[in-house]
């Protein structure tokens, strides 16, 4: 990648966490979505990566279909779409039943027990595994979009395919800063 290339994605990343630290300060500061580091969602990528990737995916994706989209209910609902709060790998921790049918509800009971939440972040995380789960069709444009950047970033995960450098050089940033700090 060309240092002018380079620049221009680190931009691009700078203001999409600078929008996610605007909406939801709260969300990525809480000790419970912090926990989700430890968790791993696909390949070797955790569950609080995977959300924040989800996030970020929906605002480009959004901004890239000219959508009119609340944004702030949109990235909340993407961060909490998979708030499950459990290793969906481990059998015991998890609820009965298959975990792509089951983890849905147990993200948004975790989100409404721990956050308030509109209908638009709800039908977000309700619908998000659509069309595994066939009867909730997202209601909304924001549930629409998360659902598509999840199952992109998701695909992505699985196939281990390689994160970008300027993504990955802003978060390593951001991780030596919290260090220090
Ligand atoms: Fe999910
Ligand atoms: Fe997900």
């Not at 924040?52 to 909340?76: C, F, G, P």
């Not at 998360?146 to 978060?171: F, N, P, W």
């Amino acid at each position: 990648m060309t240092p002018a290339r380079l620049n221009k994605e680190y931009s691009k990343h700078r203001e999409l966490h600078k929008k996610l630290d605007e909406y939801a300060s709260d969300i990525l500061s809480s000790e419970s979505f912090q926990s989700t580091r430890v968790h791993v969602q696909h390949g070797s990528i955790p569950v609080h990566r995977h959300c924040i990737d989800v996030a970020k995916q929906s605002l480009t994706l959004s901004h890239i279909l000219h959508a009119r989209v609340n944004e702030r209910e949109m990235t909340r609902g993407a961060l909490l779409h998979d708030y499950f709060l459990y290793d969906w790998h481990n059998k015991e921790a998890r609820p009965k039943g298959l975990h792509g049918y089951t983890h849905p509800d147990s993200a948004l009971r975790n989100a409404q027990r721990d956050f308030d939440l509109s209908d638009i972040e709800k039908d977000i995380i309700r619908s998000h595994m659509w069309p595994l789960t066939l009867r909730r069709i997202p209601q909304c444009k924001e549930a629409w979009i998360v659902t598509l950047a999840d199952k992109y970033c998701s695909t992505l995960e699985t196939l281990k395919l390689k994160r970008g450098a300027a993504q990955q050089y802003i978060e390593n940033r951001r991780r030596n800063q919290s260090v220090q700090g």
